[in-house]
């Protein structure tokens, strides 16, 4: 796992300085979506060999919440991203 | 006693002599010596026993990797079991003791384990322990612990400082032979900042004990200009004693720096760290960490004085100490015929040397008998080597009289922080061992790590891998040289590998740490655990402290022979850290005692301090819990008169330690109305309302007050334990979930001091010091509003809420007036007879209350479960866990739900987790009503009382149950009622 984050918002840093919360989920549905995409999104998480996505909170620093691609198998981080681009795009 | 110190011995300073002391013997030694050359100076070669025959045991090398000499050095909170004698610099008053021994090293009881040797074999404990299952625990397990482990940790506080930091550089340079510091110095004058780390205590490596001329210059000299050049240049931070132990990812590596290990306790600097912990990133790193010298597995080959050809030879050019008298040499590579020379030079007979290459074609001219296409096959001598037996290569045997053997197997280059970050090395043939990965991204082996020998190839090839670093850095270098140095044609010796000498006679060590003997692998591999992990664990090879530094190739080399098959084809176990074991101290750092965690105090502290509190530890904060007056001996005195005060007269709380979140922007409101289930989107202004926030999944998660301060601003207060998950939640929801929503969120908590003034008479003190208008009226019940104090002086925020369910208020003001307010309300409510109350009244009268904390919001209750299953929301479109809410399994009427209950006999007493039962019915899980969440005596109404999560529970007021407690096996029966003991129709509250 990553030992250097690089935060969008805060450069290079530790990651002692971040909380993992885990994989990114299905987007949350619509309150009035079918229950089987609610169950999804609130219990169902893949563990995957290789390509990763997950929230990384920098609670010890901007306090904003990422999204970093990280390969599970050769620890490589790929991507890190604002969260709020999931919803927003280029926007945030 | 002989003293085995010669001349010479570029580490050493014979002007300054110094005094240790070894199992109660005082001896001495010199300024540079490490613990291992003071003592075979002294001619200690028996240094300690073997960890499972109890086998007498000698010093094998001269660095990192020794698995013999282990020793406890220092005492009381200062001593360090496992010690490598060869790394521990000696200082005046050391105390050293051997290990593993009783009574003593030299008559050692556990020896007779030697003479059980054939039954003490690979996978003895698993074979031997395994039944009668009722053993394990009284018989075989204190038998096991009791014979194994090395030495004995201190029960003492280690009163040393020891300290974290981080180091940043573009070139990290991992070890200061010749290779690394050609490449630090190549770096060095391009100018990018440089690391060089090295775990000896002076730069160097293999040149210190290099004994002939460097270029034509002796080679300390050559040394000397060199870290001479090196503390010259700026760029160039070097840290000696400093061992690189990981390699972690994104360049980060681990280290550890021994900073005042090597003094005196007198010379000790208290303010000084012990050691210190690294965390070094690095753009390119140069690993320049050479290669360890391999034993030969023969007969014998763990006699004292039996030792590293190598590490002979630094004894004696580094530290002036001869090994032996007579010595023979086992070896089967062309290095070690330099330690020959070497001895001779000094006047050290060699007696022998044992080559099993028929035609070693080397060009040695010493004096030494040369015996080719021979083995070493068998040692004699019970403390210390006396002989050793040759088999020669016509199958003669020859007992040839020595006092010390030195060994060389070929060299394993230390590859390990190549392959830390999951890397598998690869074998050559010509080199006799496994090298570093071909993919190492980043880091440059160089020297001897990649297969180089010779102070002359190392150099230059250190030169080449700095200037290869450079340039992946984007700066031009070039390759320092070695003054008057000509770089020869590169040559690889002619290795002939030898793994375990066939015709060996008595026990034969790979492992010497662990014990594990040749004929422990091969019967690792008749039992089927012929793959490499699996030899390693049946045998525990290479499991010792030193991680079989020595032993995990000739293990290897081992099974591949068996085998039939390359050792590439065995392949190594996995490479992890620590590449050598890094003290507890210093993986501490400055975390212990009371540094151990940060400890919060509320603004009210030192006021609460002053009143007389009895403070409790609640996650990193120190509340107040009661605050006894004299005569009051017992808690429940102090807590009993502190209900009784708030409830007839008035008290005064410290609440500063609940979260509390301001919360901006224009969409607040909206943001709100989503993250609570109740409604919020109307919460007018001056107004304060309580929430119930869900998690996703319907249950709830934290409950608190949101105050209206204004048109987009609001006040949130959550509870002491979930002040950080709220605001990561909340902070989730407006940046992940709806980063539309225009909504900003600031911690709050530590700014604010608030104190609760709960109690019929809290008005009347308020208005002593709120400028503002206060009655009913005007400040009505969830009231919210800023207010000015002390005639203006002062802005505060004050709220009309109760936990307690009495007339009561929360001050907040601005956390450094939080004492002297504090101070004028004590004052103000003196004539009310005013008492401050804690943690643990305030818990007694939120019971009485029927108000809930956490103990029973506990991650499995829904709103309806906690009766508040109306201020759910229906109208609400959307807020966290609505949908999840109205699950089937979460409205199901039979679910546990909040209920009070109290003991039908008002003397009995109950206790908290005690389960309910209906009358008469067995105890069984099919039986269970539900449990008691919460309980305490009640002042207010004279006995027990309590919360409780029981089936159905509130349709059950009045039904009698049985409360049964299976920790004290006692059951008292009791009545389900109403959770609101005290005022349940809420008159007190808007009084
Ligand atoms: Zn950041």
Redesign the interface.
């Known amino acids: 796992?990553?030992?250097?984050v690089k935060c969008p918002h805060c450069g290079l840093r530790?990651r002692e300085e971040f909380?993992i919360?885990g994989e990114v989920a299905t987007p949350?549905?619509?309150?009035g979506?079918d229950?089987a995409l609610?169950f999804d999104?609130?219990?169902l998480r893949d563990n995957p060999r290789g390509e990763h996505r997950e929230?990384w909170?920098h609670?010890g620093g901007c306090?904003?919440?990422l999204v970093l691609t990280r390969n599970t198998l050769?620890?490589e981080?790929s991507d890190v991203v604002?969260?709020?681009t999931?919803?927003?795009g280029e926007r945030? | 006693m002989t003293s085995f110190r010669i001349d010479g011995g570029t580490l050493i300073d014979r002007n300054d002599v110094r005094r240790f002391t070894f199992n109660g013997e005082v001896l001495t030694g010199f300024g540079g010596d490490t613990v291992a050359s003071s003592l075979l100076a002294n001619g200690k070669q028996l240094v300690g026993r073997s960890f499972k025959y109890h086998r007498p045991r000698g010093i094998l090398t001269a660095g990192a990797a020794e698995p013999n000499a282990l020793l406890t050095i220092g005492r009381d909170g200062r001593r360090d079991p496992n010690t490598r004698a060869t790394m521990a610099e000696l200082f005046d008053g050391l105390e050293a003791r051997s290990q593993n021994c009783w009574p003593n090293v030299n008559f050692d009881i556990g020896a007779a384990n030697g003479l059980l040797g054939p039954l003490l074999g690979a996978g003895f404990y698993y074979k031997t322990f395994m039944w009668p299952a009722a053993f394990w625990e009284k018989v075989y397990e204190p038998l096991i612990r009791k014979a194994a482990g090395l030495g004995r940790a201190s029960y003492d506080p280690d009163p040393g400082y020891y300290e974290k930091c981080w180091a940043h550089c573009d070139l990290l340079v991992i070890g200061a032979g010749p290779a690394g510091l050609a490449a630090a110095l190549t770096a060095g004058r391009a100018g990018v900042r440089v690391i060089i780390a090295d775990e000896g205590v002076q730069l160097g490596g293999g040149l210190i004990a290099e004994g002939s001329p460097v270029g034509g210059k002796p080679a300390d000299a050559v040394l000397a200009d060199i870290i001479g050049e090196l503390h010259a240049l700026s760029n160039v931070e070097i840290k000696k004693r400093t061992t690189v132990f990981a390699a972690y990812d994104d360049q980060v590596f681990g280290a550890v720096e021994r900073v005042q290990k090597h003094l005196p306790e007198g010379e000790i600097n208290p303010h000084r760290a012990m050691e210190r912990l690294w965390r070094i990133v690095a753009r390119q790193v140069v690993l320049a960490t050479g290669a360890e010298e391999r034993p030969i597995v023969f007969g014998g080959n763990d006699r004292p004085g039996v030792m590293m050809a190598g590490a002979m030879r630094t004894y004696l050019n580094a530290y002036g100490v001869a090994p032996g008298k007579r010595v023979a040499l086992f070896a089967n590579n062309s290095q070690a015929y330099q330690t020959a020379l070497d001895l001779e030079v000094r006047g050290i007979e060699v007696a022998a040397i044992i080559d099993p290459r028929t035609c070693p074609n080397i060009d040695y001219d010493g004096k030494a008998r040369l015996i080719a296409g021979a083995m070493v096959r068998d040692t004699a001598g019970r403390k210390a080597i006396k002989s050793i037996t040759v088999r020669h290569d016509d199958g003669r045997d020859e007992v040839i009289a020595v006092d010390a053997l030195g060994v060389s197997g070929g060299y394993s280059p230390i590859v390990h922080l190549a392959c830390h970050r999951g890397g598998k090395p690869v074998w050559s043939d010509a080199h006799v061992g496994f090298m570093p990965p071909e993919n190492t991204d980043g880091m440059t082996p160089c020297g001897a790590v990649a297969g180089k020998a010779g102070i002359a190839d190392c150099f230059a090839d250190g030169g080449v891998a700095a200037v290869k670093a450079l340039a992946e850095l984007g700066v031009m270098g070039e390759a320092a040289s070695l003054p008057g140095v000509e770089q020869t044609a590169e040559t690889v010796d002619h290795i002939q590998p030898v793994w375990h000498v066939a015709s060996t006679k008595g026990k034969a060590f790979v492992d010497f740490q662990n014990d594990v003997a040749a004929s422990d692998i091969t019967l690792a591999m008749r039992e089927g655990y012929d793959h490499v992990e699996l030899a390693k664990r049946y045998t525990t090879n290479g499991m010792a402290t030193d991680q079989g530094k020595t032993s995990n190739v000739n293990a290897i080399g081992i099974l591949a022979e068996n085998k039939g098959v390359s050792p590439g084809e065995i392949g190594t176990t996995t490479f992890r850290p620590f590449y050598t074991p890094v003290s507890f101290g210093a993986l501490v750092g400055a975390s212990k005692g009371m540094d151990f965690q940060p400890v919060r105090k509320s603004p009210l502290h030192g006021w609460a301090g002053r009143n007389g509190a009895k403070f409790v530890e609640t996650g990193l904060w120190y509340r107040s819990s009661w605050f006894p007056k004299d005569g009051e001996t017992f808690w429940r005195d102090s807590v009993d008169r502190e209900v009784n005060t708030v409830r007839t007269k008035v008290g005064i709380c410290d609440v500063s330690t609940l979260g509390k979140i301001e919360i901006f922007g224009a969409d607040a409101a909206e943001f709100l109305n989503r993250v609570y289930c109740n409604a919020f989107l109307k919460l007018p202004v001056g107004k304060a309302r309580y929430g119930i926030m869900l998690r996703e999944d319907g249950f709830v998660y934290d409950d608190g007050t949101t105050s209206c301060l204004g048109g987009n601003h609001y006040f949130m207060t959550t509870t002491t334990a979930l002040a950080a998950g709220v605001l990561t939640h909340l902070e989730f929801c407006a940046q992940v979930l709806w980063p539309e929503l225009d909504v900003r969120l600031a911690s709050a908590t530590d700014q604010w001091a608030q104190m609760a003034i709960a109690g019929p008479r809290s008005r009347e003190v308020l208005s002593k010091i709120i400028d503002d208008d206060i009655s009913n009226e005007a400040f009505p019940f969830l009231a919210a509003r800023e207010v000015s104090m002390f005639g203006g002086r002062l802005k505060g925020r004050l709220f009309r809420i109760s936990f307690s369910g009495e007339l009561a208020y929360e001050i907040a003001v601005p956390a450094g007036y939080g004492e002297s307010v504090a101070d004028a309300v004590m004052a103000a409510g003196e004539e009310f007879g005013i008492t401050p109350y804690g943690t643990e009244t305030l818990g007694v009268m939120r019971i009485e209350k029927g108000h809930v904390t956490h103990a029973e919001i506990n991650g499995t209750v829904t709103p309806a479960d906690l009766g508040m299953g109306r201020m759910v929301s229906a109208k609400k479109d959307d807020f966290i866990g609505r949908v999840m809410n109205l699950r089937e399994g979460l409205v199901d009427p039979d679910r546990p739900a909040l209920v009070g209950i109290k003991p039908k006999s008002p003397s009995d007493k109950f206790a908290t987790g005690s389960h309910i039962l209906n009358p008469g019915e067995d105890v069984s899980l099919a039986n269970d009503q539900g449990y008691v969440t919460s309980m305490c005596h009640s002042p207010t109404l004279g006995h027990a009382i309590g919360l409780a999560l029981v089936k159905n529970g509130p349709k059950r007021h009045g039904e009698e149950v049985v409360i049964w407690n299976g920790l004290a096996g006692t059951t008292v029966t009791g009545i389900l009622c109403n959770p609101a003991f005290v005022d349940p129709e809420n008159e007190k509250l808007h009084a």
């Open positions: 796992m990553s030992s250097l530790p909380t919360r949350r549905p619509d309150a979506a229950e609610w999104h609130v219990y929230y909170h609670s306090r904003r919440w050769t620890h981080t604002d969260a709020s999931l919803k927003l945030a």
